[in-house]
């Protein structure tokens, strides 16, 4: 916190936060920055014309942005891109504009204007506000799940380049992604480990989507896609098991039970590799520790600390040898049977 303003002004600002999120969704929406390229900049009327929105209005909300080093006012009411509002291109290296339309899903919306009640009852908003579960309502919202599973792809793009960078999976053979969503992990890997297989495991209506990125990513002689329950069991055969941005999205019991079959299947040489945010604990600044909020409004799941995180492994009969801190919000825990 910035000691030289005063606590009342700061708050302001805090409360104010969620406006910030709104714009962001808002120019992702219209694609922006997709209209502007390297080095390029563009008066404002030509940009309202070409996302089809109010002059007046675009131009106050990309000054605002550009005040927060989002976008930036090259000469007057007129813009280019920064770093950061490179990131809201949809063709961008490290998108995140599915990630923004995500963010922006009115449901998901709607829950966090219920967020009350989750800290009040700890049950998830968005199961009150729309009186199913999260994942209930994305089966039945075919749209919206694929903005969901774009999004995530998103989250991979940051997390993969990342995880990969820390940790060297040279000895492994034949990985299983668990909860592997649309296959974008094990298509970095495979590229990465020319002599790897792979399989891609995650619920049957995300099979097609996965499929087709192992296409199109040129690894689908190497790996295959697998529809199924990681509640109910886990594709046997792997001496590399890969849980992803995905074990917080479940509470105790269902995390034990995942991991539990995970170890079922585990060789005991093999490995267990779960990525996720690992947040420390007191005070100290960290990105997991809003992430986890995400999950109390959403879902049942946590963003857990190592001391909460030992546990569970343990339960599913697992050890952690180590957590990796990552040049992303996430770490690489490793974990063999215990
Ligand atoms: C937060 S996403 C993470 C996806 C991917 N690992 C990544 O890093 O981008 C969680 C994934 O778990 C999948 N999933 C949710 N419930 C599942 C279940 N019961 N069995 C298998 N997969 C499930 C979702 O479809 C989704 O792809």
Redesign the pocket.
Known sequence: MPQDVPPAVRMYELLYSSVTSQLLIAVAELGVADHLGDGESRHVDDLAKLTDSHPGSLYRALRALASIGVFTEVEERVFGLTPLAATLRGDADGSMRDLARYVGLAPRQQAFGALLHSVRTGTPAFDHVHGVSW?EYLTSHGELASVF?AA??N??QL?NGATLESYDLSGAKHLV??????G??VASILKRYPEMTAVV???PR?VPAAEEVLRAEGVADRAKCVG????EWVPDGGDLYI????LH?WDDEDSVALLRNIRAVLPADGTLIV?DEVPPPGDAPHFGKFEDIVMLTLLTGHIRTEAELVPLFEAAGLRITEIRPTSSPTSVIVAVPA
């Open positions: 994942w599973n995530m792809g989250m991979s997390v992604d668990v909860g592997g969503g649309k974008h992990l495991y995650d619920l995300v199924g329950d990681f509640l849980v992803s941005w995905t999205d990525i």
